[in-house]
């Protein structure tokens, strides 16, 4: 992201602000930017004295105030970092004052995460004209396999196509979750190495033949055998394929495709677009909508919805996941 890129290279030059306020839906950026100000502001025998870091739920705004005034000791800055700081959402706007005239030997830094600063409040307009303010919005899923891809190429490995949907798929778009395993193909695999479908099978343990990816295609294809093979599999080893997961992507999934046959413009392009997808899966959006017309794909999604609630328990009396499973193929295909 640019911006982060900014706001490192300002704080690598020197230029730091005395207020940064990061916020937004994903926790991941928001870490590292508060990570590389922990790491880097001060000297090593700088930090015993002038470095804290406080907590939202155990602080008040009272309490990093009067921290954020103190003087630093034999240094020029001290580094105040306040994490979990969205505990302190309902009383966030008495930082106002404080904001309109931080210390300037102070670097603040508030980890405000999955919420927003309202805009129209004084807090955000105050810290507009003295720090930092940055909102860590969440990737859509077609954005994530780029991100997973750029992120390697920084660190000299590539990735192959099908692995980073791979990943995808089974992480989800929580850019933590997904950098840690990144992490740990890094620990195994030399550089220069192109990451395949076969390391993330072997090292982070995510069937290459038989997950939720695999299961997708195979019923938008109609591949019965396929489909049962993986479904099969899944009942096999539950705690690796949760029903909860499968059904809620395969909902998403024909949820999309009751979008796609509404469109009238199939073109790969604006269904990459309107369907927020990786143009990557249009192929199989494609052969899905060949083989289940518009009213087909209306049961489907209820079929979904009902078959999410017996996944809970609701009207289903504690179904066995691998009758579950079984009962899921049928009502699809």
Not at 153 to 173: N, Q
Not at 201 to 225: M, P, R, T
Not at 297 to 302: A, D, F, K, P, T
């Amino acid at each position: 992201m640019d911006e982060v890129k900014q706001i490192v290279g300002a704080i690598r030059n020197g230029d730091t602000r005395p207020i940064y306020f990061l916020f937004g839906e994903e926790a991941y950026y928001i870490d590292r930017i508060a990570e590389y100000i922990e790491e880097n502001v001060l000297r090593e025998d700088e930090k015993g004295f002038n470095q804290m870091v406080l907590y939202g739920k155990d602080v008040t705004v009272d309490d990093i105030v009067a921290n954020a005034k103190r003087y630093p000791m034999m240094a020029e800055k001290q580094v105040l970092i306040v994490k979990e700081a969205q505990h302190l959402s309902r009383t966030i706007e008495n930082l106002t004052a404080y904001a309109d005239n931080p210390q300037p030997t102070t670097v603040l830094v508030i980890c405000y995460k999955y919420k927003k600063l309202d805009k129209r409040k004084k807090l955000y307009k105050a810290i507009q004209k003295s720090g930092v303010l940055f909102e860590s919005k969440k990737l859509y899923e077609n954005q994530v396999s780029e991100w997973i891809r750029k992120t390697l190429g920084t660190k000299g490995y590539r990735i192959s196509h099908k692995a980073a949907i791979l990943l995808v798929e089974f992480l989800g778009t929580d850019l933590s979750r997904i950098h840690n395993e990144l992490e740990k193909l890094r620990l195994v695999l030399p550089k220069e190495t192109e990451i395949v479908p076969k390391h993330i099978e072997q090292h982070i343990g995510i069937s290459k033949d038989y997950n939720n990816f695999e299961l997708k295609k195979a019923i938008g294809e109609k591949n019965v055998v396929k489909a049962a093979r993986i479904i099969n599999y899944f009942a096999q080893n539950p705690k690796d394929n949760p029903f909860v997961l499968t059904v809620t992507l395969l909902h998403t999934f024909f949820s999309q495709l009751l979008k796609y046959h509404g469109l009238q413009d199939h073109s790969p392009k604006n269904v990459a677009s309107a369907l927020r997808i990786n143009p990557y899966f249009v192929g199989e959006f494609q052969t899905a909508a060949r083989n289940y017309p518009m009213k087909k794909v209306s049961r489907i999604v209820s079929h979904l919805r009902e078959m999410d609630l017996k996944g809970k328990g609701v009207g289903a009396n504690a179904m066995a996941q691998t009758d579950l499973l079984k009962e899921l193929l049928v009502k699809i295909i």
